[in-house]
């Protein structure tokens, strides 16, 4: 077969001239299209499954056609049906069927069998892969897709397991294979495969957008059922599964889907931008291009919401190239994948669909693209060889394209209170928060993924420098850390079982108080914290400012007869780190297995990482340590290899059952060691004006900045709230200011706002905003905030 791939071309080229011929019904509604047009339909996912305009001998697709084909050749020298599985080792005849985690994991071998017979079929269609019109390779694939409809996937079969694996994953794999090999297909067995789809995949299952058709899940299923209507020539089944997109668009107010802060939940109260999400702008990106011009073309205005979720939802958890962890739940659990990996779909996504978008949006997100492309030194994208290569050719021909200037990283700092998330970017580096609250889970449990997960909603702050700690999360970090000390949380060491909180559980605290405040640079940040499975309370806030956060705790109690610890840091040295950790102008040592404690530390730096500033000396401990765990322990699918990873923790240990306990430090993300000295002795940048368990606060002269959480009324310094609330102010050097006001716990009916001090003009005000008084002091009155969800109320004054 030629590389060119000029009779595919030509075929393309017959079909986009079929497309005019196509006929619309008109006295039904009913879509009729020529055979032409489902041949142009089916070429057209070829090319979204294939990729396009690459030379297969050029790296990387030499090297991921190779790599197909290295898998091909395994899958096809290993195959041998029999009854019961098409692999040895792939077993799907479950001898007791029902919903359990032993059924769970025969659906999961079918679904496993229809996914090698796929990338089996790649390898007999694509160029290089040294199988390329193998026949014996082709003849091997259509046996296994006869031999699993016989035996597990037709008609008369009943579904066991997980729902997945019958309604998404094998029905995917199944029409991919059916349209890459339709010519060899008989019309029997056509009718055959299009029949188990409809059998697993009825129509009922867009008849409500509830249960498990929704959000990413609803994308796929229509995915299914869409190319099930191509590759049986079915226009009826590709009207209504394009039809039930439709729900997928608008923002929605609870539950499953996209919020208008940019919010993205799936499983009801899971953050998933970088799992379900990434998938579901997959699944659009390659719907809207499979059925742009053809009879089906969607034309639903609110596909616009989707195009915003780019910027809105998606660009402000990517940095450098990766997906940021707190928003991937239990994938991140996963061997063989990580932060960057993920982020690479995701960019190859938004290059897809760009396609479909305005020429000014497609131009930004090119140029967005490209940087995270450029910037990461770490995990290249186009050296990524478990990408496929329509998302090779994406990235490819973007790096290629010299018209397309890579952009800098944006200076913000978005507020994601739909889902209990902030992100805060600066040039040099980016940070995030991961909380729970009662709307949001301490973390998801389920199919055996994420065992020990349980903390990353306990303030887990993360973050990474421009240039240095892209690697923190993404070298075997998750199997080998401590889960009880990630970064920035507090916790008790009680210790927990393996997936606390029950399979799918979704455990959630009972806690109202949680998000913040944001002017879009500087931000304002609260949890109100009650430990999985834990007595433990705390109150939690962290500031947002240019070159550093300032993180506060206060009223920390615990009666579980266990000590409780807050995480300053935990850095992830790989195997060989021993990066220098000075306190307060002493070297400490860089032994493994080192630790020490420091009764009044004012100052701590780990070279070529950070700087840790403590305002009030606080009493530190440090340790060194390689610690040693294996994918399997967290993750029941993942490999048992022991692995061993370097860490150096600073944490402050509040005691056993602490009554009364608090913390201060600021963090600066890639200060050096000189800075941070600086800044520890410039005693008049920072005044704390307040850290208890009734208010947290903060300000600092310089920036003209200050905020403070009430986690009850009453007055902090010149700020008092008639109710809880977070408040933020900037003091601008044109004599303005801008506060911006907001109802975490989502309770206020009411609100007042008074600040001692003149103003004499209120210049800007949103709809909540019922009253204002100017003068000696300004009072802001707030009409029913509960209906706001906690999204910031931004108003800007003219100081006297």
């Known amino acids: 077969m030629p590389s060119t791939w000029s009779r595919r071309r030509l075929l393309q080229a017959s079909a986009a001239s079929a497309l005019a011929l196509s006929i619309m019904g008109t006295t039904t509604g009913q879509v009729f299209a020529a055979d032409d047009e489902y041949a142009a339909l089916r070429g057209t996912w070829r090319d979204l499954i294939l990729g396009t305009g690459f030379a297969p001998t050029v790296e990387p697709y030499r090297t991921l056609l190779a790599n197909i084909g290295t898998s091909a050749r395994s899958y096809l020298s290993t195959m041998a049906p029999v009854g019961g599985s098409l692999w040895p080792d792939r077993s799907y005849a479950d001898p007791d069927p029902d919903t359990d985690a032993e059924s769970y994991t025969f659906s999961a071998n079918m679904n496993d069998s229809y996914s090698r017979l796929n990338t089996m079929a790649q390898a007999y269609v694509q160029p290089g892969t040294g199988l390329t019109g193998d026949t014996a390779l082709r003849d091997a694939v259509l046996t296994g897709l006869d031999h699993l409809y016989a035996e597990v996937f037709n008609e008369n079969a009943t579904q066991y397991g997980n729902w997945w694996n019958f309604q998404i994953g094998a029905p995917q794999s199944l029409m991919d294979t059916s349209v890459l090999l339709y010519d060899a297909l008989s019309e029997t067995q056509i009718a055959n495969y299009c029949k188990a789809v409809d059998k697993f995949v009825p129509d009922s299952v867009f008849a409500s957008y509830s249960g498990t058709s929704t959000g990413a899940n609803r994308v796929d299923l229509c995915r299914g059922v869409i190319l099930r209507g191509i590759v049986g020539k079915n226009p009826d089944k590709i009207a209504l599964a394009s039809k039930a997109l439709a729900p997928v668009f608008p923002y929605v107010t609870s539950g499953d889907g996209f919020y208008t802060d940019g919010s993205f939940i799936q499983h009801t109260t899971i953050p998933y931008i970088g799992g379900y999400g990434s998938v579901l702008h997959d699944g659009v990106g390659r719907l809207l291009a499979l059925l742009r011009g053809s009879s089906w073309e969607l034309k639903d205005p609110n596909t616009q ?21 707190n928003v ?26 760009g396609q479909g978008a305005s020429a000014e949006e497609n131009a930004r997100w090119r140029a967005m693209v490209k940087g995270w492309m450029q910037r990461d030194y770490y995990s290249t994208a186009l050296k990524d060889p478990g990408l496929s290569l329509i998302r090779a050719s994406l990235l490819q021909s973007l790096q290629d394209d010299t018209t397309v200037k890579a952009a800098p990283e944006p200076v913000e700092h978005r507020l994601f209170h739909n889902m209990d998330r902030a992100t805060h970017r600066r040039r040099d580096w980016a940070a995030s928060i991961s909380m ?4 949001i889970s301490h973390y998801e449990f389920g199919n055996g993924e994420h065992a020990r997960g349980y903390h990353t909603g306990a303030g887990w702050l993360s973050w990474w420098g421009s240039d240095f700690g892209l690697e923190q999360y993404s070298d075997a970090y998750w199997p080998t850390v401590d889960p009880y000390r990630l970064p920035g949380i507090t916790a008790s060491r009680k210790p927990l079982a393996d997936g606390e909180g029950g399979n799918w559980g979704g455990p959630r605290p009972d806690s109202a108080w949680v998000g913040g405040t944001t002017d879009g640079e500087y931000g304002a940040t609260g949890q109100h914290l009650k430990g999985l499975s834990s007595t433990m309370n705390a109150k939690k806030s962290w500031f947002w400012l240019e070159d550093s956060i300032v993180c506060l705790g206060a009223g920390i109690t615990s009666t579980d007869g266990y000590a409780v610890e807050t995480t300053v840091d935990n850095r992830h040295l790989g195997t060989t ?45 440090a340790v060194r340590e390689e610690r040693t765990g294996a994918w399997k322990d967290i993750n029941t699918g993942g490999p048992a290899d022991r692995i061993t990873r370097r860490y150096l923790t600073l944490f402050t240990d509040h005691g056993t059952d602490p009554t009364d306990g608090d913390y201060a430090y600021i963090l600066m993300p890639g200060a050096s060691a000189k800075a941070t000295a600086q800044r520890a002795c410039d005693k008049g940048w920072l005044k704390i004006l307040s850290n208890t368990g009734d208010h947290q606060g903060i300000r600092v002269p310089k920036l003209g900045f200050t905020a403070v959480n009430f986690w009850v009324p009453g007055t902090v310094d010149k700020l008092t709230t008639s109710a809880p609330a977070s408040v933020l102010i900037r003091e601008n050097r044109n004599g303005t200011a801008t506060i911006v006001v907001s109802d975490p716990a989502r309770q206020a009916i009411s609100l007042d706002i008074t600040w001692n001090r003149r103003v004499s003009k209120v210049l800007t005000k949103p709809s909540t905003l019922t009253g204002a008084t100017t003068g000696s002091s300004l009072k802001l009155t707030f009409g029913d905030l509960t209906g706001a969800a906690g999204a910031p109320q931004k108003i800007t004054v003219r100081l006297a």
Do not use: C
């Not at 061997?335 to 938004?350: E, K, Q, T, V, Y």
């Not at 729970?436 to 709307?439: I, W």
């Not at 950790?581 to 297995?593: F, H």
């Open 436 to 439: 729970a609250s009662k709307r």
């Open 577 to 621: 780190g021993t990066p220098a950790l000075t306190v307060d102008g002493k070297s400490q040592p860089t032994t493994q297995g080192w630790t020490a404690t420091f009764t009044r530390a004012e100052w701590a730096h780990v070279a070529g990482q950070a700087g840790y500033v403590f305002p009030v000396r606080a009493k530190i401990s």
């Open 305 to 325: 919401l989707f195009l915003d979720t780019v910027e809105k939802a998606v660009a402000p958890f990517v940095y450098n190239g990766l997906m940021m962890d």
């Open 328 to 353: 991937s739940a239990r994938g991140i659990s996963r061997s063989g994948s990580n932060d960057h990996l993920r982020a690479h779909g995701m960019m190859a996504s938004i290059l897809l669909v």
